[in-house]
């Protein structure tokens, strides 16, 4: 499975952006997507997934403020972040569960500056 994330960007506190992350290659192998992130010096955490059933699961600290979705034509999950903090800022890293296996796609950054 290959995945393509756009949409980060530099954003003001209050602010919004949408995040994206088409798959393609072994689709129908793909039990769920997410998005993990990663700030400067820290570990990389779970942000939120979403199943091929819709069941959508988030991490507490963007629970309320983010909404993740996905368009099943397109392959394509998308991770909608309101009320953006300067905390939010971090590379943000799509990814595609096949049961055990995670495949990866490459990062894009998101800033919010205060």
């Known amino acids: 499975v290959q995945l393509q994330a756009s949409g980060g960007g530099l954003v003001q506190a209050g602010g919004s952006l949408r995040l994206s992350c088409a798959a393609s290659g072994s689709i129908p192998s793909i039990d769920a997507m997410g998005w993990y992130r990663q700030a400067p010096g820290s570990q990389r955490e779970l942000v939120a997934l979403?199943?091929?059933?819709?069941?959508?699961d988030y991490a507490a600290a963007v629970k309320d403020r983010f909404t993740i979705s996905r368009d099943g034509a397109k392959n394509t999950v998308y991770l909608q972040m309101n009320s953006l903090k300067p905390e939010d800022t971090a590379v943000y890293y799509c990814y595609a569960r096949r049961g055990i296996y995670l495949d990866w796609g490459q990062g894009t950054l998101v800033t919010v500056s205060s």
């Open positions: 979403i199943t091929n059933g819709g069941s959508a």
